[in-house]
């Protein structure tokens, strides 16, 4: 009793700052930030509709840049292809001594044929061939001290603005792809719906994602706190984004913006009154980015990398690796199969 008495009053002490002053415990946040500046980030981002929906300029908007595939190869034939043929472009961007390694994965041909029936397979393909290959680096035993990173952080899934419901495509792609990536579902050219047929079609969206059990990012079951839930109920009210893209500056009130010139007046991209590109951008970029590669590394990659540790047998005293790893995961292994 008297032991545990003198821990405790330690404890006190080293717990109460102002007997010993300043610390500088929050210097580790400047030594991380100007590590991370130094590395540099990397995220990769797959874009997929079908041809016409103005993916490349929406991608091209969101980074204020020329990163898609068509601005790359601008003299190219675009021809509808047969088959899906996914390509990727990578850039690197930076902004204020901070630099980002981005990729977009484009997927031409997705539902652009009569008879669309799994178009999606390609796309799981290329997911899966991503984490496997993670996969094997990490099992190397003398393993790279920074592994590359080409895994699918999200996934843009364009639906076009019908106004109507989801279509058998989307509803069978965002089930499959779901469960192995994040997927943020947005209306392309929103402007060509009126504002009470763009909330109706956003309703009628969010039933069906709910009626066939589709999980879109971000998923509640992630939100770590209440403050982060609080953030993420306002987006999930949201999706999916009715967004507009373009390139093309005018003057508006003496001001420079973003925005598609019509007859009846001018369409601000960044304006959140006229569309909800700015809510995307904010997700994807200002306050979600880490959240999307840790997501996809603590949940997509771990439920992938379960897996195939199990189907394999690998032998982890061969590897020179501890088992406890494939332990903490086997609590999730039924959901994990289940899922996929």
């Not at 999606?120 to 590359?148: A, D, F, G």
């Not at 991209?269 to 590394?297: M, P, Y």
Request: charged fraction near 30%; charge should be positive; include cysteine.
């Amino acid at each position: 009793i008297r032991l545990f008495r003198n821990t405790q009053t330690c404890f006190s002490r080293t717990s109460c700052t102002d007997l010993f002053g300043y610390v500088g415990i929050e210097a580790v946040l400047d030594q991380m930030r100007r590590k991370t500046m130094k590395v540099g980030l990397e995220f990769n981002i797959m874009v997929v509709g079908q041809s016409g929906l103005g993916k490349s300029t929406l991608v091209n908007t969101l980074f204020k840049s020329k990163v898609s595939r068509k601005s790359c190869t601008p003299n190219c034939e675009e021809k509808i292809s047969k088959t899906v043929k996914l390509h990727s472009v990578s850039h690197v961007i930076e902004e204020k001594g901070m630099k980002m390694k981005l990729t977009v994965i484009d997927t031409p041909g997705f539902g652009d044929q009569i008879n669309n029936e799994n178009c999606w397979e390609p796309i799981v393909k290329h997911i899966n061939e991503q984490y496997e290959k993670y996969l094997r680096e990490e099992l190397h035993i003398n393993r790279k001290r920074r592994i590359p990173d080409s895994r699918v952080h999200c996934c843009i899934y364009f639906l076009p603005a019908t106004g109507h419901r989801l279509r058998p495509i989307d509803v069978e792609f965002m089930k499959r792809v779901g469960k192995i990536v994040s997927i943020v579902p947005v209306i392309a050219k929103a402007d060509t719906l009126t504002i009470e047929e763009r909330q109706e079609f956003k309703e009628r969206i969010r039933q069906d994602l709910a009626a066939n059990g589709i999980r879109v990012y971000p998923q509640k079951e992630y939100d770590d706190d209440p403050e982060e839930r609080i953030l993420n109920d306002r987006i999930r009210e949201s999706i999916p984004f009715a967004v507009v893209g373009t390139d093309k500056e005018h003057q508006v009130n003496g001001n420079k913006v973003l925005g598609r010139k019509t007859k009846w007046g001018i369409i601000e991209v960044e304006n959140v009154a006229h569309c909800e590109f700015a809510n995307l951008r904010d997700l994807l970029i200002r306050s979600h980015l880490q959240d999307l590669k840790d997501v996809t590394h603590n949940i997509h990659y771990e439920t992938y990398r379960v897996r195939r540790l199990n189907e394999s047998n690998m032998n982890f005293s061969e590897l020179g690796l501890s088992a406890r790893p494939l332990e903490n995961g086997t609590a999730d292994t039924s959901e994990s199969e289940s899922h996929l």
